[in-house]
């Protein structure tokens, strides 16, 4: 947990991405086009990375990537608004309702089957994700089952939703953030770690077609986050 992230109202969510490029960084980057690739598409979602662990972990892994891809990169972190406390405890079902963040490494039991039940309604196969172990190694193979989470009404509240899955980029599991889209206005501020005169701007993704979205998490060929043509 961060130093911005604590259990009051109003706190504020910090997560971290990066972003590869060959020759020089632009001035200016949109946020909707930095979010952490994973390998598989997660329509209506940005991530990053959430938790200093991670992070760290994660800008290690990115600067083996760039090295070995022949890239360069930066950190790009962005803070996500949240209007309800964050609870300092294992949460229970009876406890979604009342936040706006939702960690799956901070759940009891009881609130991993009733994701799991969640999911199966929505028309996944409940699989073997009915107890906590299994259900977090289902995600490490499937993480697109958060973005169909985050459609369900009961979960449609949460502005964050935290949990373990390798990025693109990484063979290894790290702790990831994910914001759904409809809360975009939740996020306050985004700014380039490394390169701080860079601008990152927070255009709406509803302002291109929704294919684009979710282009930067899709699995690619190309490296993640390189520089395309502009069109």
């Not at 290690?60 to 790009?76: G, R």
């Not at 993480?143 to 369900?152: N, R, S």
């Not at 449609?156 to 290894?172: E, N, T």
């Not at 889209?181 to 770690?193: K, P």
Request: aromatic share 8%; hydrophobic share 40%; with cysteine.
């Amino acid at each position: 947990m961060t130093k911005n992230e604590n259990d009051k109202p109003g706190a504020l969510i910090e997560l971290s991405t990066v972003y590869f490029y060959t020759g020089s960084l632009p001035d200016r980057l949109s946020l909707r086009d930095c979010g952490l690739a994973l390998p598989r598409k997660m329509p209506g979602l940005i991530c990053g990375l959430y938790g200093r662990q991670s992070k760290q972990e994660g800008f290690m892994v990115a600067h083996a990537y760039a090295q070995e891809n022949k890239l360069e990169f930066t950190v790009i972190d962005f803070t996500v608004r949240l209007d309800f406390a964050i609870n300092p405890g294992k949460m229970k079902p009876e406890d979604l309702p009342l936040h706006d963040f939702l960690s799956l490494n901070q759940v009891r039991r009881q609130t991993w089957e009733s994701i799991a039940f969640a999911l199966e309604d929505g028309g996944t196969s409940r699989a073997s994700a009915s107890i906590e172990e299994d259900g977090k190694k289902l995600l490490l193979t499937r993480p697109d089952l958060i973005a169909q989470l985050c459609e369900l009404p009961d979960y449609q509240h949460f502005r964050v939703l935290a949990f373990d899955a390798k990025p693109v980029i990484s063979a290894q599991a790290l702790q990831v953030g994910a914001v759904p889209v409809r809360h975009w206005a939740a996020i306050e501020s985004a700014v380039c770690r490394l390169n701080p005169t860079t601008q990152v701007a927070l255009e709406y993704p509803g302002d291109r077609p929704r294919r684009a979205v979710v282009e930067a998490n899709a699995p690619v060929s190309r490296p993640l986050g390189a520089s395309r043509p502009r069109g």
